[in-house]
């Protein structure tokens, strides 16, 4: 369930940001905060993507960046950022509006809020709306409430 791995305190809403790292260093800052993870693993998340491309944008407005739990992290969290403006993680790519920062210790773990993200970012009108909340509050209501709507149906 996301709301065993979504703090309030990790859900942001940003105007812009000015390039692709700065993007990927934003997403996780407030578990670096927190102590989830390391620097290490946005440096790792960084690196990766200079290597292979940005492998953790998913669609339109979705990126679900992620790296190696041995690159820095220290506990299981989540982190959400929605940009008003959307960002591109290479020239030709999707712009992304949504952040979705996970760090998990494990392959397994998180998978049930996996599963829960891959249905919201398959459901074109429930990432509109998300994307267009006002708040971060409004943004953390609307995943535990999406959240809720697929366990009663699973």
């Known amino acids: ?20 790292k700065e993007a990927i260093t934003v997403s996780l800052r407030s578990l670096e905060e927190q102590g989830y993870v390391t620097p290490d693993y946005a440096k790792g998340i960084i ?15 979705v990126a679900l960046i992620h790296g190696r739990p041995e690159t820095g992290v220290l506990k299981k969290q989540l982190a959400v950022t929605v940009l008003r403006k959307p960002i ?5 790519g999707k712009p ?12 397994e773990s998180h998978m049930s809020v996996i599963q829960t993200l ?4 398959m459901d074109e009108e429930a990432l509109k709306e998300l994307i267009q909340a006002e708040t971060a509050e409004d943004v ?6 999406f959240d809720r ?6």
Not at 1 to 20: A, C, P, T, Y
Not at 88 to 92: R, V
Not at 96 to 103: C, F
């Open 1 to 20: 369930m996301i709301l065993d791995m979504l703090k309030k305190e990790n859900v942001q809403i940003l105007d812009h940001v000015d390039d692709w």
């Open 47 to 61: 690196d990766i993507t200079n290597e292979m491309g940005p492998y953790y944008v998913l669609t339109d407005d």
């Open 88 to 92: 591109k993680f290479s020239e030709d």
């Open 96 to 107: 992304v509006r949504l952040l979705v920062a996970l760090a998990t210790t494990d392959s």
């Open 118 to 121: 891959a249905q919201l970012f």
């Open 140 to 145: 953390y209501e609307y995943l535990l409430e």
């Open 149 to 154: 709507k697929v366990q009663e149906n699973s």
